[in-house]
Each structure stands twice: as structure tokens, then as C-alpha cells.
């Protein structure tokens, strides 16, 4: 089945700074990428998505990437704020059904 | 518009007990997923419903089994509790279920097995 793996753990940056994270899946068949921000005792929030027939994808300050040769997505934070501190989850699917998630990212934007 | 509503906000049971939960779709979605997160990890997969049929399932034992009724809402039920039960069940829900992707996330039920 499918996995994915999701790095770094924790990523700490300054205010203002840039933040990737970066996942990895294993089944080619994957063909449908979300992103996810999960405030502490809140539900996963939709960020962003990318299916497998767009190389990039933007919204704002965020981005997503992915490189199906290479079975990997990033996504890409730019002039981080506060407020973007969160755990960031990617998650792999065929068309959506079964989202596999990966570990999260804990992301911490200091003022 | 309301969003994926989830009931009970949270639940504490003791181990051998058995529990439902329940999970009402975004207006005109037809398929709702069920997901465990435990503490520290991202949510796993459970079972995915589509016009009231099954349409996938993940690694979990047949202690736990869903239903979809006629209005697409959906019941989690976990029979025989154990302490590692213990976890934030979420519930998400998508337009048509099979080629429609996007999920959207309830706030989830805390079920805490003691």
C-alpha cells in the first residue's frame, strides 16, 4: 500500500523567512496530493492540493511543487508569519478516497 | 454553510465498553471518511462511504465498523474498547466519493478508554 513520509518533524524559522517541507510517496498510482495545517485542538484545515497532471501550484504565500518521476511534493511558505505556526500534513490519494497522511510537520514562525 | 459537524465534542469510556460516534457531511456530499489520529501522528485511515456502500477500509480490526444512512450522515462504532482506542476520530467528507477529491474535515470526537 501506499506510504508516505514527510520531513522535517520540526521546522523553526524567523518571522518574515521562508518554510519547506518536503514528502515523499511510494505508490505511483497516487494521484492526488492535499496539504494540511492542524491548529493545537483543531480539525486538519484544506491548504492547498495539487493533482498529478500540474507540476505547481500557488496560492498567495503558498505553493506546492511535485515531481511524479521522482514520487516527491514540497510545499513552500513564503514571508512566514505568527499566525502560520501550526503542524503541516501531506497526505497522498488515488482521486481523493484513502488519503495516507504522513508524521506532520510541527512548524514554529518566531517574532 | 455549515461544515462537517461531529458529535459527541468528546467522550470518555472504560476499556471492554463499546461507543458510537456520529458524523454529519457537508450539504450535498455523498461520501464521508473516518480517520484515527492519535497524539503526535497524522490521521489513518478507517473507512470511506459512499451512497451508503462501503467503499474502502483500512488496517483496523473488526472491532470497528460504520454505517451511512439515506441523508449521508454516518455512525463509527468500536466495539471492546482498549486503552489504545484512545484517539481523535476524525470525520471528512467529499462530493461524490469516488473521482471527487477534496475532503473536508470535521472537528473530530476525543475519545479518551481508561
Known amino acids: 500500500g501506499e506510504n508516505v513520509e514527510q520531513h522535517p518533524s520540526t521546522l523553526s524559522v524567523q518571522e518574515g523567512d521562508s518554510a519547506v517541507i518536503k514528502c515523499t510517496y511510494s505508490?505511483?498510482?497516487?494521484?492526488?496530493f492535499p496539504w494540511y495545517k492542524q491548529e493545537l485542538g483543531k480539525r486538519p484545515q484544506l491548504i492547498i492540493d495539487?493533482?498529478?497532471?500540474?507540476g505547481e501550484k500557488k496560492d498567495q504565500r503558498i505553493a506546492v511543487t511535485l515531481n511524479k518521476t521522482a514520487k516527491h511534493f514540497s510545499l513552500h511558505i513564503t514571508e512566514t508569519q505568527p499566525e502560520d505556526s501550526a503542524v503541516y500534513f501531506c497526505?497522498?490519494?488515488?482521486?481523493?478516497?484513502?488519503?495516507?497522511f504522513g508524521a506532520g510537520t510541527i512548524l514554529r514562525v518566531k517574532s | 454553510d455549515a461544515g462537517v459537524t461531529q458529535s459527541p465534542t468528546h467522550l470518555i469510556k472504560t476499556r471492554g465498553q463499546h461507543v458510537t460516534l456520529r458524523c454529519s457531511p457537508i450539504?450535498?456530499?455523498?461520501?464521508v471518511s473516518w480517520y484515527q489520529q492519535v497524539l503526535g501522528q497524522g490521521p489513518q485511515f478507517i473507512f470511506q462511504?459512499?451512497?451508503?456502500?462501503?467503499?474502502g477500509r483500512g488496517n483496523f480490526p473488526d472491532r470497528f465498523s460504520a454505517r451511512q444512512f439515506p441523508n449521508y450522515s454516518s455512525e463509527l462504532n468500536v466495539n471492546a474498547l482498549l486503552l489504545g482506542d484512545s484517539a481523535l476520530y476524525l470525520c471528512?467528507?467529499?462530493?461524490?466519493?469516488?473521482?471527487?477529491?477534496?475532503?473536508?474535515f470535521g472537528p473530530g470526537t476525543r475519545l479518551t478508554v481508561l
Open positions: 450539504s450535498g456530499h455523498k461520501s
Open positions: 471528512a467528507s467529499s462530493l461524490a466519493g469516488v473521482y471527487s477529491d477534496t475532503q473536508y
Open positions: 495539487i493533482r498529478s497532471n500540474v
Open positions: 497526505a497522498a490519494s488515488i482521486y481523493g478516497n484513502k488519503l495516507v
Open positions: 462511504y459512499y451512497e451508503k456502500e462501503e467503499r
Open positions: 505508490d505511483s498510482a497516487s494521484n492526488y
